[in-house]
């Protein structure tokens, strides 16, 4: 069975209405201009999120040349 890492970061931008926005990686994570959050990604689907809140998520590759990252199973661990 194949290791998960886990990543940290917080969100920068968030588009309630739309459902998405960009998480900020902790310093170190090269990723290309942020991360892709989608709310269908979160692990807890009632879960509120909020720009500055801090969060902890995986990585998959995704379609978009301006953010080649998204985030998947995504927890909200702190609000800012």
């Not at 920068?12 to 900020?24: F, L, Q």
């Not at 991360?35 to 720009?51: G, M, P, Q, R, W």
């Amino acid at each position: 069975m194949e290791e998960t890492l886990k990543f940290e970061g917080s969100l920068r931008y968030w588009n309630d209405a739309r459902g998405w926005g960009i998480i900020e990686a902790a310093p170190g994570m090269k990723t290309g201009g942020g991360i892709f959050l989608h709310v269908s990604n979160l692990a807890d689907k009632d879960a509120k999120l909020t720009e500055g809140c801090r969060l902890t998520f995986e990585t998959q590759p995704n379609t978009s040349v301006k953010h080649p990252l998204k985030a998947v199973n995504v927890v909200v661990v702190a609000h800012e």
